[in-house]
């Protein structure tokens, strides 16, 4: 079976490769509060090189970033997330691979329960507010 590939898992260039950012460009670049990617460190999906007091984010941390970020906006936990990013960074067995396939399609399940419920929701405030509207504009 050929490796897993993950192109879909990164925006990084090979220009990027070198690339480095402080803290306040990272949490710029992805806006997230200082809160937010002080946390990710903490739970160790993000390991910043430190210098002094000061950290700094490679291109293999703007990567994990990327897709900590993708993961959060699918609806993924952070533990589902951490999964994902040690497939990525071992590309994967095809188990490894089976188990996101899996994820993934629980996720797509979740996703469309949740946008049918919007829609439902939608439909029903249009048919208040229409009502509504009838009622002070009745002709």
Do not use: N
Request: with cysteine; charged share 35%.
């Amino acid at each position: 079976m050929a490796p897993m590939t993950h192109q879909f898992a990164s925006d990084s260039s090979a220009a990027d490769a070198d690339a480095r950012l402080s803290f306040k460009e990272m949490c710029e670049k992805f806006e997230v509060t200082p809160r937010t990617l002080r946390y990710y460190e903490y739970i160790e999906l993000l390991q910043p090189e430190r210098e002094g007091r000061s950290r700094f984010y490679t291109a293999r941390e703007i990567a994990r970033m990327t897709l900590i970020m993708r993961g959060r906006r699918f609806g993924f936990s952070l533990e589902e997330i951490r999964q994902w990013l040690e497939m990525r960074e071992q590309q994967g067995s095809e188990a490894q691979m089976r188990v996101w396939i899996e994820m993934a399609d629980r996720q797509m399940t979740e996703l469309a329960e949740q946008r049918r419920q919007i829609d439902e929701a939608m439909d029903e405030l249009r048919q208040l507010r229409d009502a509504t509207k009838s009622e002070l504009d009745p002709g």
